[in-house]
Nanobody
């Protein structure tokens, strides 16, 4: 059983920064970050290959969010800068055997998600 766990969520003011972390048990996977705002579908934000050498971003967060990983700690982080109220959502981390891109159905293991709230 692979366990995926997010941490670092909470409240941040508009314009501020927040860093989310995710740990996946077992071997090293390709990883992705997603979010789901209230009343909206879940959307892909960023992904990173198992080696850390390749990343992908959604246009909506490109230039504001940065994904990185530390394989020694088996962790992946999402640095959120210039936070906006529209970034308020439940953020989830997921692990994949085959992709670090936006295809949600190709992610095999999901965390439970954490709340991020951006106040205006």
């Amino acid at each position: 059983q692979v366990h995926v766990r997010e941490s670092g969520g909470g409240l941040v003011q508009a314009g501020g920064s927040l860093r989310l972390s995710c740990v996946a048990s077992g071997r090293t996977y390709h990883m992705g970050w997603f979010r789901q705002a209230s009343g909206k579908e879940r959307e892909f934000l960023a992904g990173i290959s198992a080696s850390g050498g390749q990343t992908s971003y959604a246009d909506s967060v490109k230039g504001r969010f940065t994904i990185s990983r530390d394989n020694a700690k088996n962790s992946v982080s999402l640095q959120m800068d210039s936070a906006q109220p529209d970034d308020t959502a439940v953020y989830s981390c997921a692990a994949s055997n085959v992709t670090w891109r936006s295809c949600q159905h190709r992610y095999d293991y999901w965390g439970q998600g954490i709340q991020v709230t951006v106040s205006s």
